[in-house]
């Protein structure tokens, strides 16, 4: 998730307000006549568009909070009991900061609060099985329980410098993690950073530095790369890993043609399609990994009235169904979609 001046209201908390705190993403949509069935190469129209993918909404998860004005839910992951987590970065102390969903059931109930994080994104780790917070308020990594119990902090402090505004994150096979960093974002500068931070001794590594408010960031079907949305300059970054931690070569690989909406975050299907999030319109735009624009997920019209941005998505591992994250002054949604391609870990969390 990332933070534009997202109409922050007067009543919005110092701590919130001081980060920054708040954007998604961005895109333009084209429009096209039909969706194909999730196959591989799925997703064209026959017209050679971008196809249009509707999204159905399957429940309402929060309101528009009192103390802060608003309400943005993010980093969608389901764990292994197949419930989903969803993060809600505006929710003030006492309310739900975490929360776990029966997607069956369309029934919630809280996992985690506390009176200090903004918590942009949710990931199980793969080495232990805990949830890991980025706090972008913070600059803290904190980690739980998989039911939300035992908070920890799993990294805190300035990396070269600088403290952190942590957005999304991505774990490695090994359990190592990237994280994409926000800084600057508030001064409008490009001062943005991928961070690796080691599984064991929690070091951290800048990789790519001078970014424009980097936000989404996911491994692609291989974990041969990185790719990274920046959301002040909509476009989508590509990172050629080395194999021993570091970047091999880095370029610009999608210019996102957002309009008025912009680049939040990032999942990749098992065939290696990107769905790119946006801010300031409750959509995404898929691409394929040569960048190529196969599709656009949007909430029908009817829905659309108070729905500002579409922020991330989780795809049900092992299968097509994907559930999006949608806010606004409406409230806060999950919508549903069939992907083009199954889900992996990719395409689950960040």
């Known amino acids: 998730m990332q933070r534009l001046p997202f109409r922050f209201p007067i009543r919005l908390p110092a701590w919130l307000a001081a980060a920054g705190v708040l954007a998604l993403a961005g895109c333009g949509t084209v429009p096209a006549s039909s969706y194909d069935d999730g196959r591989a190469g799925a997703g064209r129209s026959g017209a050679g568009k971008p196809a249009a993918v509707p999204a159905r909404m399957l429940m309402r998860l929060t309101e528009v909070h009192e103390a802060t004005g ?85 990294f805190s402090g300035e990396v070269d410098g600088a403290r952190m505004n942590p957005d999304d994150l991505a774990f490695d096979p090994e359990g190592n993690l990237y994280v994409s960093d926000s800084r600057g974002y508030r001064e409008g500068e490009d001062r943005g950073r991928v961070v690796r931070i080691d599984r064991d001794t929690r070091k951290a590594t800048v990789l790519a530095d001078g970014m424009a408010a980097p936000n989404g960031i996911s491994f692609d079907e291989r974990h041969r790369g990185l790719w ?123």
């Open 228 to 350: 990274v949305s920046e959301l002040t300059e909509n476009r989508i970054s590509y990172f050629l890993l080395d194999g021993k931690g570091g970047v091999a070569s880095r370029h610009t690989a999608i210019r996102v043609d957002g309009g008025v909406a912009q680049t939040d975050s990032i999942a990749v299907d098992a065939d290696g399609n990107l769905y790119q999030a946006l801010h300031g319109r409750p959509a995404m735009a898929v691409y394929d990994r040569h960048g190529e624009r196969l599709a656009t997920v949007e909430v029908p019209e009817a829905d659309a009235e108070g729905l500002e941005s579409a922020t991330n998505v989780a795809i049900t591992p092992g299968g097509t169904k994907a559930y999006m994250t949608v806010s606004g002054p409406a409230g806060g949604y999950l919508y549903t979609f069939k992907a083009l391609a199954e889900g992996t870990r990719q395409s689950n969390g960040g």
């Open 70 to 154: 608003m309400t943005l839910l993010e980093g969608p992951a389901f764990g292994e009991d197949g419930r989903l987590l969803v993060v809600d970065v505006t929710a003030p102390e006492g309310e739900p900061k975490l929360m776990s969903v029966d997607v069956r059931g369309k029934t919630s109930r809280a996992l985690h609060t506390d009176g200090r994080g903004a918590y942009t994104s949710a990931q199980f780790g793969p080495h232990d099985g805990r949830i890991y917070l980025t706090d972008f308020a913070g600059g803290v990594i904190l980690s739980l329980a998989p039911d939300g119990s035992d908070p920890r902090t799993f």
